[in-house]
């Protein structure tokens, strides 16, 4: 079975960067429709980043583009996240998750999901 590991997160200053990691195992990470999901508090799910299985075409949040990268490096079995000039509001618990379709926009498209890794910008 597919397992996701994040890691990555931490504190950083508003403007800083971070780089999210997600490791699949069980899996080959070319086999899944990769996304991130991120969670702030009180707020439910939202959708940060995808790249397609088939061509690794990238979809990004409009609240997030010109700002967050999503890539995978196939000899890593790895996906990764790319976070630049970071904002208080991009606080949140970001997940990884994987999807058997070639993408997905919404969560209900994701069948595993990561332990989650908190990212938290301070002003």
């Known amino acids: 079975q597919v397992q996701l590991g994040e890691s990555g997160g931490g504190l950083v200053q508003a403007g800083g960067s971070l780089r999210l990691s997600c490791a699949v195992s069980?899996?080959?990470?070319?086999?899944?429709?990769m996304g991130w999901f991120r969670q702030a508090p009180g707020k439910e799910h939202e959708f940060v980043a995808a790249i397609s299985r088939s061509t690794g075409f990238t979809y990004l949040a409009d609240s997030v583009k010109g700002r967050f990268t999503i890539s995978r490096d196939n000899a890593k079995n790895t996906v990764y996240l790319q976070m630049n000039s970071l904002k208080p509001e991009d606080t949140a618990i970001y997940y990884c998750a994987a999807s058997l379709r070639d993408y997905g926009l919404s969560k209900g498209l994701y069948n595993y999901w990561g332990q989650g890794t908190q990212v938290t910008v301070s002003s």
């Open positions: 069980g899996g080959i990470v070319n086999n899944y429709g």
